[in-house]
């Protein structure tokens, strides 16, 4: 009912710059917060940085100053722009969208999740 589709992974210098997109597309009445959270091989999924529908944001302290989370409401959609990329940004980015979606006028919760997008940042 739900999709979110992600975009702008790849392979990047250390140093240099990407952007992530994620659409959402669907049975959706309205999508409250919206972020991206990574999992590098090995390790658990993090929150990497979170917006609420109103603006506000939340980000790890390992990307504060470098990455800046971004959501335009009329395209259901949330962009990561990261500059300053490290090795250690090298993981797996998995959007995430907490939707209210309408089916035959009932409205309920829904936390939908993106594919994934493979960042790699080499040294």
């Known amino acids: 009912q739900v999709q979110l589709v992600e975009s702008g992974g790849g392979l990047v210098q250390a140093g240099g710059s990407l952007r992530l997109s994620c659409a959402a597309s669907?049975?959706?009445?309205?999508?409250?917060?919206m972020g991206w959270y990574r999992q590098a091989p090995g390790k658990q999924r993090e929150l990497v940085a979170r917006i609420t529908s109103g603006g506000s944001t939340n980000y790890a302290d390992s990307v504060k100053g470098r990455f800046t989370i971004s959501r335009d409401n009329a395209k259901n959609t949330v962009y990561l722009q990261m500059n300053s990329l490290k090795p250690e940004d090298t993981a797996v980015y998995y959007c995430?969208?907490?939707?209210?979606?309408?089916?035959?006028?009932?409205?309920?919760?829904?936390?939908?999740w993106g594919q994934g997008t493979q960042v790699t940042v080499s040294s």
């Open positions: 995430n969208a907490d939707v209210v979606v309408t089916t035959l006028h009932q409205y309920y919760d829904y936390d939908a």
């Open positions: 669907g049975s959706i009445f309205s999508i409250n917060a």
